[in-house]
């Protein structure tokens, strides 16, 4: 098993900034996909930014909606993810979630952290 736990939301203006921590433990070794997914009101959860590691290197994919604003970065000794996120629209208002895929195409999700980008 896999725990995911996240930290960072919150409420901010528009043009503002946040940063979203993911903190993995457990079955660490099994993993070959970590990221952030979101889901505003009435919506289907969508793909924010992944990160995948192989035996050829990693690969980082973000959501056309948040290239140039968002950055997804990873620090391997505390397990963590990072998403740090600029300029932030009211759009981008959702509970942001993060995920863990594992080598055997198991997912894995944290509770969730709400993200509002209000004036």
């Known amino acids: 098993q896999v725990q995911l736990v996240e930290s960072g939301g919150g409420l901010v203006q528009p043009g503002g900034s946040l940063r979203l921590s993911c903190a993995a433990s457990?079955?660490?070794?099994?993993?070959?996909?970590m990221g952030w997914y979101r889901q505003a009101p009435g919506k289907q959860r969508e793909l924010v930014a992944t990160?995948?590691?192989?035996?050829?290197?990693?690969?980082?994919n973000y959501a056309d909606s948040v290239k140039g604003r968002f950055t997804l970065s990873g620090d391997a000794a505390k397990n963590t993810v990072y998403l740090e996120m600029n300029n932030l629209k009211p759009e981008d208002t959702a509970v942001y979630y993060c995920s863990a895929l594992s080598i055997i195409e198991k997912d894995y999700w944290g509770q969730g952290t709400q993200v509002t980008v209000s004036s």
């Open positions: 457990g079955m660490i070794f099994s993993i070959k996909t």
């Open positions: 990160i995948t590691v192989g035996a050829r290197g990693s690969s980082i």
